[in-house]
């Protein structure tokens, strides 16, 4: 059904420079080649129908209102073989160990990394994530970052790089289970020929790494929640998947309540007290006797009980200062500073804006870079260079000179791509890889991850919530043997 | 389970009976208003609508809650009869009005909504045909459906909802849950027929059999009656089966029954108010001489409501107290400012 | 100067509420210029305190009350010993403030915050006052604290905590969080690193800082201190354009009001509270004699007259 010629500029995924599907691609491709024009679209079909049915959609805002969609996953898989999976495992761990060491030190340690003058001060304190209220509350272990989802990008040349990182509320796992659990109704053969290592243990590993951070007084078996916003949260869907699969309750604000700084459930019963919350509220939210007095959905008193250490809460309370794009310029220095490496995966090349001379260059340069806002995450307020016109590069100038703290530049990264559905072909589209990253006794990477693709050709934005689709993400096991984490 | 889920359980169970119990009577009211002429058959819709204790034209914004559409309403149907609104018209409110407090779409729509948060603790199939039933009531043309043939129209409501039990009893795991809802549709059905006996009996007086009939039909107990007592219906012996029998499943001893079952299965320890109360009001429906009872039906059958709202109002203090509403206020003291 | 201080604040609800979490900062730091000896906090209904030093440094008391309640009534008292600071006449001039090591620690106290929110008249304001009054950051910084003085009348009830900070210049009225406001923002405007502090003030007048007597019944205060590259930080009281002396008792500074509120919670219900809040602060060390009598002092502190914040609280 497809056919891909290497273009110039971008590395393709499935084929090589000289047209040749690349070794690891081969069985997915020939695969593909067998089928019909109708076949495809027969499994298009079912695949709709069983999102539908599932109710697997997504909410996509703007214009006047949210509007519910099911959830667009491009049936052509995209495949990572062992050796290079375990490079990406290896950086992931060393960035997310790095990182989560950065937030400890920042808010439970001496804050030595300032100190020693490996980051300035400024940086630390002009961050909007830094939540001065979460200052000196333990974490377990320092697993502040319990769920990163770190993104990933291959630039012209095949090279990955780490596009940004995001600590507060990663989402997305859902669908990554979802995706598999969808291509292996659709494709069960194509399973049956290749060791695809399986993502369906999330939910104990989730849960592991959620226990592992109990306070070391609640016992043998803490009671773990998932605390959501509530039904009307464009991730509610997930939020519901999450406890589901972990078996624990699915609970929003009202259903908790704080006494003698220990927090407990409402239930039938009576109250029942929480040891662990995962929460999927923005810290802004999260505690209204300390933030935002106004919000009704979170939890009156909720961070005296974290700071009395008899509740834990993930991912921790202010690790915006981790994922802010100014800070994540800064990450290589952290992983020398802190575990005495070379970082394993680079950055994208960044540009501080704040920086005089780095500044001048941008504005100089600005209609061949990306600018982003430092603190926005799912591809909100970024200005992609060459795209833009003329009076939105002003208005990103303007926007850089007011603020400057506020903006960061990066290279246009040509992202890698791989064939993906347009209607009636398989053709080339950019692709991104968001892999999930669990912090608890040890630092776990879920296999694979959400590989995120740009529908629209010659797009660079991969965002759901922008017009972007996703893939199922397989990572082939050792010499084709079966993965031990699936059984486990 | 959290307690607000649990009462979310049982304001759905109220709710998807209440919608059932609304379309049965709509359905014998209209069928015997057929042959009849305007005036009487309009003596009819409002009798029903004083039964449901709603006011037909209810305006939008003050619809909140049930126990406000449960205040009694004065006799509108009747001051604009014939100028306004006629039976079929009135009837069609009763089904399809989306905002009107009481009419089986809002009804439809609150159970949906309760079960919406609930949408991980019920199987998926519930789900999926509340919600199918929830937006056929909501199309456009359903309203034209209802006018044209109403029959139909009615029964599709009936069977929808019956199949909607008929889920919950055969895919939904008994536990708390389950229970709440059971509760919940066992005390609002036991409600139903209270209010439809005290509503119906003063009509009973000539002992007309049609009268009796739509009565028995508006609970879908005719045909149950006939079979229990052979003779042709009597008024009194038409509110003894309504009130007491024990095997028919509409009975409001048969209700309180079941709800009593559900509360000592919910009770963790000891007799809670709730199952006290239900305790209480059973064994007088069970041990009071019925002679005795219908010489004064009407003073009975209020203090019986009264006690089967008292029976909901303590199973909500005693199992949903803590899902009370979260009404928050911020207070802070200023420098320099005393207040 | 020995204080005794004893801060009291009730809530009378007119329903019933229930579940209520507060954070309360009113203890006294210790730092150079004051000592702590004593520091206690009760509540009515009792309620678990968590005690913890907060980002700035303050010490913060956090307690719930989960059961139904109608009064809360939350009591602090301290007991600290203060002296005066030692005086600053001249300051390093101006360009020592865009050291880059001056800045990178001080960037929080450099920025706008929601209190501080200075417009370009007020920039302007502060500009012509730098460029009129030589080139070092302590004349300057006096100089802005006389004109917030100048700016700004004292009137109780004029303003709301949420007013933002150009309005109330506008308006020209405000009480003392309101001249710490605005002197914070003035100072920031012009690159003078500067910080909102909360404490009391041992006096019966806030707009004049007077003592006439031995105790007092006040609210608590607000004032501002800047930093001055190579002295650290200078305290001023441009409520009553006095330098910051023995009778200042420091609870704590953030960037703005927000950060140092002297008692902030939520609570559920129906309930709208009556708060009824006062401090009564005591000098041990009366800097009479000891044989003069304590009974008239008291008289005269009672029959006083009263200030216009005190008449409000009458009203109130």
């Known amino acids: 059904m497809a056919a891909m010629s290497a273009a110039p500029g971008f590395f393709d995924e499935a084929v090589d420079e000289d047209g040749r599907t690349r070794d690891h691609y081969r069985p997915v491709q020939e695969w593909f080649d067998r089928l019909t024009l109708e076949q495809v679209k027969g499994l298009e079909e079912q695949r709709n129908e069983s999102f539908r049915r599932q109710g697997i959609t997504f ?82 272990m320092g697993a502040r970052c319990l769920v990163a989802g770190i993104d990933l990008v ?4 095949g090279a990955y790089r780490v596009l940004e990182d995001n600590l507060r509320n990663p989402s997305g796992i859902s669908y990554v289970i979802e995706n598999r659990a969808a291509m292996t109704k659709l494709l069960p053969a194509a399973f049956s020929d290749l060791a695809v290592r399986s993502v369906d243990h999330y939910g104990r590993s989730l849960l592991r790494a959620l226990r592992s951070i109990a306070p070391p007084a609640c016992g043998d078996d803490p009671t773990v929640a998932v605390l959501t916003p509530g039904i009307f949260n464009s991730a509610y869907f997930e939020h519901a998947f999450l406890a589901r699969s972990m078996g624990v309750e699915l609970v929003e604000g009202r259903d908790l309540v704080v006494d003698d700084h220990v927090v407990a459930m409402r239930t039938t019963r009576g109250l029942e007290r929480v040891d662990v919350i995962y929460r999927r509220i923005d810290d802004a939210f999260l505690d209204p006797v300390v933030f935002n007095p106004q919000s009704t959905l979170g939890v009156p008193g909720l961070m005296a009980a974290a700071r009395a250490g008899t509740v834990s809460i993930a ?12 800070v994540y310029a800064y990450v290589p220095d952290m992983i020398r500073y802190y575990l005495g490496e070379e970082t394993i995966i680079p950055n994208a090349d960044t540009y501080l804006l704040w920086e005089e001379d780095q500044r001048a260059e941008v504005l100089e340069r600005i209609d061949q870079l990306v600018v982003k806002p430092v603190a926005e995450s799912g591809g909100y307020g970024i200005v992609i260079g060459p795209k833009a016109t003329d009076a939105e590069l002003a208005e990103a100038r303007q926007k850089i000179l007011d603020d400057p703290r506020n903006w960061i530049a990066q290279e246009v990264v040509n992202l890698s791509r791989l064939p993906a559905w347009a209607g009636d072909h398989f053709a080339p589209r950019h692709i991104d890889l968001r892999p999930f990253v669990l912090s608890g006794e040890q630092v776990e990477v879920i296999p694979g991850g959400l590989t995120r693709v740009a529908l629209r050709e010659g797009s660079l934005i991969v965002n759901s919530s922008q017009g972007g689709g996703s893939k199922d993400t397989w990572v082939l096991g050792d010499s084709g043997q079966l993965d031990q984490a699936a059984q486990s | 389970m959290l307690a607000r889920h649990a009462e979310d359980m049982f304001w759905a169970g109220r709710y998807l009976e209440r919608a059932e119990d609304t379309a049965r009577m709509v359905r014998a009211t209209l069928l015997s208003t057929v042959a009849e002429p305007p005036a009487q058959a309009i003596d009819r819709m409002q009798n029903l609508i004083s039964t449901l204790r709603l006011e037909v034209q209810a305006p939008a914004e003050d619809v909140e809650t049930m126990a406000e559409s449960l205040t009694p309403s004065p006799p509108m149907l009747r001051s604009e009869a014939g100028l306004g609104i006629d039976v079929q018209a009135a009837a069609t409110r009763l089904v399809v009005a989306p905002t009107m407090a009481g009419s089986v779409a809002f009804c439809i729509g609150r159970t949906r909504e309760n079960f919406r948060s609930l949408r991980d603790q019920i199987p998926s199939e519930l ?17 034209a459906a209802m006018e044209q043939d109403p029959f139909q129209t009615l029964d599709f409501i009936r069977v929808s909802c019956q199949s909607l039990t008929g889920v919950i009893s055969s895919s939904m795991a008994q536990g708390e849950g389950y229970r709440f809802l059971v509760l919940g549709q066992m005390l609002e059905r036991a409600l139903m027929t209270c209010r439809l006996i005290s509503v119906r009996y003063p009509e009973h007086d000539g002992s007309s059999y049609d009268e009796m009939a739509l009565t028995l039909r508006s609970v879908s107990a005719l045909e149950a009656y006939q079979r229990a007592s052979q003779s042709s219906p009597l008024g009194s012996d038409v509110a003894r089966f309504l009130m007491v029998n024990d095997s028919f499943p509409r009975s409001v001893l048969y209700c309180l029954r079941l709800s009593e079952t559900q509360v000592e299965a919910l009770a963790s320890n000891g007799r809670p108010p709730p199952l006290q109360r239900l305790g209480q009001l059973r064994s007088e429906l069970e041990y009071t001489d019925f002679d005795t009872m219908v010489a004064d039906l009407p003073r009975h059958l209020s203090d ?36 | 100067m020995r204080l005794d201080i004893s801060y009291r604040t009730r809530f009378a609800f007119d329903a019933p509420v229930r579940e209520s979490q507060n954070e309360m900062r009113a203890c006294p730091v210790s730092d150079e210029r004051q000592q702590l000896l004593s520091y206690r906090v009760t509540v009515e209904p ?6 913890f030093t907060d980002y700035w440094g303050t010490r913060v008391d956090h307690f719930g009350v989960t059961d139904t309640h109608t009064a809360l009534e939350v009591t602090a008292e301290a007991s600290v010993e203060t002296q005066d600071p030692p005086p600053v006449s001249t300051g390093p001039p101006l360009e020592t403030l865009k050291e880059a090591g001056f800045r990178d620690q001080h960037e929080e106290f450099l920025k706008r915050s929601p209190h501080t929110d200075w417009n370009d008249d007020m920039a302007q304001a502060a500009r012509s006052l730098a460029e009129a009054n030589g080139s070092d950051v302590a004349s300057v910084v006096t100089e802005i604290h006389r004109f917030v003085g100048d700016k700004l009348s004292y009137e109780p009830g004029a303003t709301d905590i949420g007013e933002p900070i150009a309005n109330i210049a506008a308006k020209g009225v405000g009480v003392c969080q309101d001249y710490a406001h605005l002197a914070v923002a003035l100072c920031r405007s012009i690159g003078i690193p500067a910080r909102y502090v909360s404490g009391y003030l041992f006096s019966s007048n806030d707009r004049t800082g007077s003592i006439d007597g031995d105790l007092v019944r006040v609210q608590t205060h607000a004032w501002f201190e800047v930093a001055i590259p190579g002295l650290g930080w200078l305290p001023l009281d441009p409520t009553n354009g006095l330098p910051v002396g023995r009778q200042h008792v420091k609870i704590g500074h953030g960037r703005d009001y927000d950060d140092v509120p002297p008692l902030r919670g939520v609570y559920s ?46 009203q109130q």
Not at chain 1, 154 to 157: A, C, M, Q, T
Not at chain 3, 283 to 310: E, G, I, K, N, Y
Request: aromatic share 6%.
């Open chain 1, 59 to 140: 909410t996509v805002y703007g214009g006047d209102e949210g509007t519910e969609r099911t959830w667009p996953m491009d049936l052509f898989p995209r495949v990572i073989d062992a050796e290079e999976w375990a490079m990406l495992e290896r950086g992931l761990i060393q960035r997310v160990t790095a990182l989560n060491r950065f937030l400890d030190d920042i808010y439970a340690g001496e804050q030595a990394i300032v100190h020693d003058g490996i980051v300035p001060r400024r940086l630390i304190t002009s961050c909007t994530g830094f939540e001065r209220e979460a200052m000196n509350v333990a974490v377990p």
């Open chain 1, 154 to 157: 291959r630039d012209g040349d």
């Open chain 1, 315 to 326: 991912n921790s309370v202010g690790n915006g200062v981790g994922d802010d794009k100014a």
């Open chain 2, 127 to 143: 789900w999926e045909q509340i919600n199918e039933f929830h937006l056929r009531l909501r199309q456009d043309d359903f309203p």
């Open chain 2, 304 to 339: 019986l409501e009264a006690g089967v709202r008292n029976v909901a109002d303590l199973v909500s203090g005693h199992f949903f107290r803590n899902a009370e509403a979260f009404d928050l206020h911020s207070q802070a003291i200023t420098p320099g400012v005393s207040s």
């Open chain 3, 46 to 51: 009792s309620a678990r305190m968590l005690s």
């Open chain 3, 269 to 314: 219900g129906p309930g709208t509270p009556k708060v009824d809040a006062s401090v009564e602060i005591r000098r041990m060390d009366p800097a009479r004699p000891p044989s003069t009598p304590m009974q008239p002092s008291l008289l005269r502190t009672v029959q006083a007259p009263r200030t216009r914040q005190q008449q409000q609280q009458q």
